[in-house]
């Protein structure tokens, strides 16, 4: 593949930072801590403030000193192709990265031509910035593998998946020409386990277990014998050794998610009576009974994501004279949506809004700290009323789509509606995400953006 680093060739981009390098080399330390949460829209944020502070109360995130929008660009896989109006988390993972809008399903590559996209942990790494990875799912995902790897397809994650990928006998798609073999760069596992980042941290343990193409050791030995220190555990995460770069497996796949609906409950639908079927003016329905979240106990095996950014902070920081660029994603926002369990994505805001606190808390001992809390799309759950504004006529009416009722902690009920599609699956939508900084980010963030424009502040801020 040609690369491309955001319009500039690699060459100028790298002598660039060296120049600007040198230029800085007495400068204070200055980091940049891009907080992601995937699938994180108005909605998930309301949802999650009514449950864990009340309707009346506040999530860190809404104590921030800023707050604007940014909107979503994605295009069809062609060079010059038209806008496509909905996003997955690859291409806008893709676009905070690099700056560059390409289509949906890509890491790091640009649509059409398929060529590599220079990332801003490149850049930063290029000009001697350390570089941090942290989420809630398998860290070969869309959204981190889009900081650290190319590839022309997001499920090629290990090398076992890079030909021919099929569920269920569908064919899903192929990475051959990202073959090593084929001159490629390999399976995303394998351009983590090379690559110079510092820390990477979350799940997808099972993505390192296969042999790396065309020899005899795992993934896993190929990080090691690259220089990382692997550990899979809390205790080995507060243990590992300062100074080392470190990298965190702690799950086969995603990490499990803190709250869950009672039994494992998601949304479902509303159950018409016959006579409503006959007509929609007859009859009565049966809404789903209410539910309770509750604590997952699979969460507890795992570290939260506030002891990952602790970490990965603490690693980071340590005898650091330059400063340095962390990524940190609450991922489960989004799966638990597209599973309609609106527990889940609760307990995922709640992750983040501590992961926040961790990073406002670096920021009050290092002031050249720009903190960005941003999403990469909108979701499916709507906040719709759970008692209907027409209950009062005499004709049933209900949700068309699927319905989680939650019983809240002060004492209410809310009700959650997906109805994107009628698949396995819940789809994203196309709406504006909300971007949050801190003070660092006034005057620097404007109240509206492009989601390719985070790349360029990034950029700015670190003077790459």
Same mark, same amino acid.
């Given at each position: 593949? /040609?690369?491309?680093?955001?319009?500039?060739?690699?060459?100028?981009?790298?002598?660039?930072?060296?120049?600007?390098?040198?230029?800085?080399?007495?400068?204070?330390?200055?980091?940049?801590?891009?907080? %992601?949460?995937?699938?994180?829209? +108005?909605?998930?944020?309301?949802?999650?403030?009514?449950?864990?502070?009340?309707?009346?109360?506040?999530?860190?995130?809404?104590?921030?000193?800023?707050?604007?929008?940014?909107?979503?660009?994605?295009?069809?896989?062609?060079?010059?192709? /038209? #806008?496509?109006?909905?996003?997955?988390?690859?291409?806008?993972?893709?676009?905070?990265?690099?700056?560059?809008?390409?289509?949906?399903?890509?890491?790091?590559?640009?649509?059409?031509?398929?060529?590599?996209?220079?990332?801003?942990?490149?850049?930063?790494?290029?000009?001697?910035?350390?570089?941090?990875?942290?989420?809630?799912?398998?860290?070969? @995902?869309?959204?981190?593998?889009?900081?650290?790897?190319?590839?022309?397809?997001?499920?090629?994650?290990?090398?076992?998946?890079?030909?021919?990928?099929?569920?269920?006998?569908?064919?899903?798609?192929?990475?051959?020409?990202?073959? /090593?073999?084929?001159?490629?760069?390999?399976?995303?596992? +394998?351009?983590?386990?090379?690559?110079?980042? @510092?820390?990477?941290?979350?799940?997808?343990?099972?993505?390192?277990?296969?042999?790396?193409?065309?020899?005899?050791?795992?993934?896993?030995?190929?990080?090691? @014998?690259?220089?990382?220190?692997?550990?899979?555990?809390?205790?080995?995460?507060?243990?590992?050794?300062?100074?080392?770069?470190?990298?965190?497996?702690?799950?086969?796949?995603?990490?499990?998610?803190?709250?869950?609906?009672?039994?494992?409950?998601?949304? +479902? +639908?509303?159950?018409?009576?016959?006579?409503?079927?006959?007509?929609?003016?007859?009859?009565?329905?049966?809404?789903?009974?209410?539910?309770?979240?509750?604590?997952? #106990?699979?969460?507890?095996?795992? #570290?939260?994501?506030?002891?990952?950014?602790?970490?990965?902070?603490?690693?980071?920081?340590? @005898?650091?004279?330059?400063?340095?660029?962390?990524?940190?994603?609450?991922?489960?926002?989004?799966?638990?949506?597209?599973?309609?369990?609106?527990?889940?994505?609760?307990?995922?805001?709640?992750?983040?809004?501590?992961?926040?606190?961790?990073?406002?808390?670096?920021?009050?001992?290092?002031?050249?700290?720009?903190? %960005?809390?941003?999403?990469?799309?909108?979701?499916?759950?709507?906040? %719709?009323?759970?008692?209907?504004?027409?209950?009062?006529?005499?004709?049933?009416?209900?949700?068309?789509?699927?319905?989680?009722? %939650?019983?809240?902690?002060?004492?209410?009920?809310?009700?959650?509606?997906?109805?994107?599609?009628?698949?396995?699956?819940?789809?994203?939508?196309?709406?504006?995400?909300?971007?949050?900084?801190?003070?660092?980010?006034?005057?620097?963030?404007?109240?509206?953006?492009?989601?390719?424009?985070?790349?360029?502040?990034?950029?700015?801020?670190?003077?790459?």
């Amino acid at each position: 593949m /040609k690369h491309l680093l955001t319009g500039r060739s690699l060459c100028a981009g790298l002598l660039t930072a060296a120049a600007m390098l040198a230029h800085n080399a007495s400068a204070a330390p200055r980091q940049l801590i891009l907080i %992601i949460g995937d699938g994180m829209d +108005e909605q998930q944020v309301t949802i999650a403030r009514n449950y864990l502070k009340g309707a009346a109360g506040q999530l860190l995130l809404d104590q921030m000193p800023l707050r604007g929008a940014s909107q979503i660009l994605t295009i069809e896989d062609k060079v010059g192709g /038209k #806008p496509v109006y909905v996003a997955d988390s690859a291409n806008t993972a893709t676009s905070m990265a690099t700056g560059v809008t390409t289509s949906r399903g890509r890491i790091a590559t640009s649509a059409g031509d398929d060529r590599d996209l220079g990332t801003i942990v490149e850049l930063a790494q290029a000009a001697g910035y350390r570089s941090g990875i942290v989420t809630t799912a398998s860290v070969t @995902d869309a959204t981190p593998a889009a900081f650290a790897a190319h590839i022309s397809f997001r499920l090629c994650e290990n090398p076992d998946s890079m030909v021919d990928i099929t569920y269920h006998d569908i064919p899903l798609g192929d990475c051959s020409p990202d073959l /090593k073999a084929n001159g490629g760069r390999g399976s995303i596992a +394998e351009q983590l386990a090379e690559s110079k980042v @510092d820390v990477i941290l979350g799940g997808g343990s099972k993505h390192f277990a296969p042999m790396a193409e065309g020899q005899s050791r795992t993934v896993a030995q190929v990080a090691q @014998d690259s220089g990382f220190q692997l550990v899979n555990s809390t205790a080995e995460l507060l243990a590992a050794q300062p100074g080392k770069r470190l990298l965190g497996t702690f799950s086969k796949s995603t990490m499990p998610v803190r709250l869950q609906g009672e039994g494992g409950r998601e949304a +479902e +639908e509303p159950e018409p009576s016959l006579l409503n079927y006959i007509h929609p003016y007859l009859g009565d329905v049966t809404m789903p009974e209410p539910m309770d979240c509750e604590p997952n #106990p699979e969460f507890a095996a795992v #570290p939260t994501l506030q002891q990952m950014t602790d970490a990965a902070l603490q690693h980071l920081s340590r @005898d650091n004279e330059r400063g340095f660029f962390l990524m940190i994603e609450s991922a489960s926002i989004d799966k638990q949506s597209h599973e309609r369990k609106p527990c889940g994505s609760i307990g995922e805001v709640e992750q983040l809004d501590e992961a926040l606190a961790s990073a406002l808390a670096f920021a009050e001992q290092h002031p050249e700290t720009l903190i %960005i809390v941003t999403a990469d799309h909108s979701q499916a759950a709507q906040l %719709i009323p759970e008692v209907s504004l027409f209950a009062a006529y005499p004709i049933p009416t209900y949700s068309p789509g699927k319905v989680a009722r %939650i019983n809240t902690p002060e004492g209410s009920r809310m009700a959650v509606n997906y109805a994107t599609t009628n698949f396995m699956m819940a789809e994203h939508t196309g709406a504006a995400v909300p971007v949050y900084s801190n003070a660092q980010g006034v005057g620097r963030i404007p109240p509206f953006i492009r989601q390719p424009d985070i790349f360029e502040i990034s950029r700015q801020y670190l003077g790459l």
